[in-house]
């Protein structure tokens, strides 16, 4: 079992250390900053690289501990790469639009939820006994709730943890987060605030590609909690009901390779993981 393991070269080809324009920064992300580049910051890799090996260490021990973590990105380049590595690592997303409340009015949310389950039931058969009108609507009560929800319907609580793309954006989420006590992973950008965030990631937090780096990885460590958490349990991972099932074979592979070690370095190329359990983390 291993956290997954990244290149410097990976994070630079991603475009990760590309903030904004300079006069758009919060002075809050200066520790972070290593400098300026045609009116645009760039971020320091060298900061990044041990605090993201800090937050994957934080999902894996969450999601082992038997924790849910919630992927949380509704920008248009986040929407559909949160809800693939969600799905993939057997964890719950909102990709469409947060709605206030969501974390701290639960209970409202539980009842949009069944509400959403109920209509799943009316309109899988037949539906006798409805018009085609009448249809019609539930058709499209189910589609916007599907939409809004249908990322947390089976989350049956507030998450253990979440990962968020883009603080700014996602204000409200993060709000709601600090009143419940619910720890956040967040990528945080030259313009972002890293007070307000329990695991920043300093890095580009608009470019496709880097997106996809930090959700692949954050989807990579809660399968290796998985893997962890069936290990320490003694089950065994196939037995596994919920989980969709190339999360159940890559849980596997982690589970069965002999002595593999975080960080342990691919042969063609030196990953920054292991570097990363040793140096010495930052203070935000």
């Known amino acids: 079992m291993a956290l997954p393991d990244y290149s410097m070269r990976q994070l630079l080809e991603a475009g990760v250390h590309f903030g904004h324009q300079t006069h758009r920064w919060n002075p809050k992300m200066s520790p972070y900053i290593f400098g300026a580049r045609n009116n645009i910051h760039i971020l320091d890799l060298a900061q990044t690289v041990p605090l993201l090996h800090r937050a994957l260490q934080a999902v894996s021990d969450t999601v082992a501990r038997g924790g849910r973590v919630l992927f949380v990105g509704t920008k248009r380049q986040a929407s ?12 719950y997303y909102v990709n469409a639009r947060w709605l206030g409340g969501m974390m701290t009015n639960w209970k409202t949310i539980s009842h949009s939820i069944q509400r959403l389950r109920k209509l799943d039931e009316l309109l899988s058969g037949e539906a006798q006994g409805f018009t085609k009108k009448e249809r019609l609507t ?54 972002c605030d890293p007070a307000r965030v329990d695991y920043p990631i300093p890095g580009n937090d608009d470019a496709s590609r880097a997106i996809a780096l930090y959700c692949d990885l954050i989807a990579r460590a809660a399968v290796d909690g998985i893997a962890r958490q069936q290990g320490d349990s003694g089950m065994d991972i196939g037995e596994m009901e919920d989980a969709p099932a190339e999360v159940i074979e890559e849980a596997k592979t982690e589970a069965e390779v002999p002595g593999d070690q975080p960080g342990e370095a691919p042969v063609e190329e030196q990953p920054v993981g292991q570097a990363a359990q040793t140096a010495a983390t930052p203070t935000p």
């Open 138 to 191: 539930l058709t499209r009560e189910r589609d916007k709730l599907e939409t809004a929800l249908g990322g947390i319907r089976d989350m049956g609580g507030v998450p253990d943890m979440m990962f968020i793309i883009d603080t700014n954006k996602e204000s409200i989420a993060i709000d709601e987060a600090r009143r419940l006590g619910i720890p956040v992973v967040a990528v945080v950008d030259s313009n």
């Open 80 to 91: 559909d790469i949160i809800a693939d590595a969600a799905q993939r690592s057997a964890q």
